[in-house]
């Protein structure tokens, strides 16, 4: 059973920081290439930032010189690294693995940036 597990996410203040964690189970995971997309009520899912499973990474602009991405593969887990947040970067966080047998989600987890 495969599964993505997100943590770390919650409440912060404008210019603060957040590190969002994802372990998976029940893949290959240093074969996978790992995503974190986000989305917010009323608009579409949008990606934010990929690591191969080489580690080669690529950002949506609207993020690129804040965030950073990252893994452990000993570990089975991507981590996604925010610094200074924006009241814009609200939004629920997905952790996505896309490999050989299909492209796998996680439950999401509510990042809020506000005062």
């Known amino acids: 059973q495969v599964q993505l597990v997100e943590s770390g996410g919650g409440l912060v203040q404008p210019g603060g920081s957040l590190t969002l964690s994802c372990a998976a189970s029940?893949?290959?995971?240093?074969?996978?290439?790992m995503r974190w997309h986000r989305q917010v009520p009323g608009k579409q899912r949008e990606l934010v930032a990929t690591i191969t499973r080489t580690g080669n990474t690529n950002y949506a602009d609207s993020v690129k010189g804040r965030f950073t991405i990252s893994r452990d593969n000993a570990k089975n887990t991507v981590y996604l690294q925010m610094n200074s947040l924006k009241p814009e970067d609200t939004a629920v966080y997905y952790c996505?693995?896309?490999?050989?047998?299909?492209?796998?989600w996680g439950q999401g987890i509510q990042v809020t940036v506000s005062s």
């Open positions: 996505n693995g896309l490999g050989a047998a299909g492209a796998y």
């Open positions: 029940g893949i290959s995971f240093s074969f996978y290439t």
